[in-house]
Protein backbone atom coordinates (compact mmCIF):
# COMPACT_ATOMS: atom_id res chain seq x y z
CA UNK A 1 0.00 0.00 0.00
CA UNK A 2 1.20 3.52 -0.86
CA UNK A 3 0.77 5.88 1.78
CA UNK A 4 1.83 10.34 1.47
CA UNK A 5 2.40 9.95 5.49
CA UNK A 6 6.60 10.90 4.96
CA UNK A 7 4.87 13.85 2.60
CA UNK A 8 2.88 15.09 5.22
CA UNK A 9 4.95 14.69 8.22
CA UNK A 10 8.00 16.85 5.87
CA UNK A 11 4.96 19.36 5.44
CA UNK A 12 4.90 20.16 8.93
CA UNK A 13 8.21 19.71 9.95
CA UNK A 14 7.69 16.75 12.38
CA UNK A 15 10.59 14.16 12.83
CA UNK A 16 9.65 10.36 13.12
CA UNK A 17 10.17 10.09 16.51
CA UNK A 18 7.93 13.07 17.30
CA UNK A 19 5.08 11.76 14.99
CA UNK A 20 5.55 8.59 16.67
CA UNK A 21 5.27 9.74 20.19
CA UNK A 22 2.21 11.46 18.70
CA UNK A 23 0.78 8.25 17.31
CA UNK A 24 1.70 5.74 20.34
CA UNK A 25 4.46 4.15 18.18
CA UNK A 26 7.40 2.94 18.02
CA UNK A 27 9.99 5.78 15.47
CA UNK A 28 10.40 2.02 13.81
CA UNK A 29 6.66 1.25 13.08
CA UNK A 30 6.11 5.26 11.19
CA UNK A 31 9.32 4.14 9.29
CA UNK A 32 7.90 0.67 8.29
CA UNK A 33 5.05 2.43 7.76
CA UNK A 34 5.97 5.49 5.39
CA UNK A 35 8.49 2.89 3.59
CA UNK A 36 6.00 0.36 2.74
CA UNK A 37 7.02 -2.07 4.74
CA UNK A 38 4.15 -2.25 7.10
CA UNK A 39 0.60 -1.49 6.63
CA UNK A 40 -1.22 0.18 9.67
CA UNK A 41 -4.01 -1.65 11.52
CA UNK A 42 -7.38 -0.01 10.68
CA UNK A 43 -7.46 1.56 14.43
CA UNK A 44 -3.89 3.09 13.69
CA UNK A 45 -4.73 4.38 10.65
CA UNK A 46 -7.66 6.08 11.71
CA UNK A 47 -5.73 7.79 14.46
CA UNK A 48 -3.39 9.02 11.93
CA UNK A 49 -5.73 10.24 9.52
CA UNK A 50 -7.65 12.10 12.76
CA UNK A 51 -3.95 13.51 13.36
CA UNK A 52 -3.56 14.95 10.25
CA UNK A 53 -7.41 15.81 9.66
CA UNK A 54 -8.26 13.87 6.20
CA UNK A 55 -9.01 10.85 5.44
CA UNK A 56 -7.84 7.54 5.32
CA UNK A 57 -8.39 7.59 1.80
CA UNK A 58 -6.24 10.74 1.59
CA UNK A 59 -3.25 9.12 3.18
CA UNK A 60 -3.31 5.64 2.03
CA UNK A 61 -3.82 3.85 -1.56
CA UNK A 62 -3.60 0.93 -2.62
CA UNK A 63 -0.78 -0.39 -4.90
Same mark, same amino acid.
Given at each position: ???????????????? %???????????????????????????? %????? %??? %???????????
Amino acid at each position: MKNRLKVLRAERDWSQ %AHLADQLDVSRQTVNAIETGKYDPSLPL %AFKIS %ALF %ALSIEEIFMPD
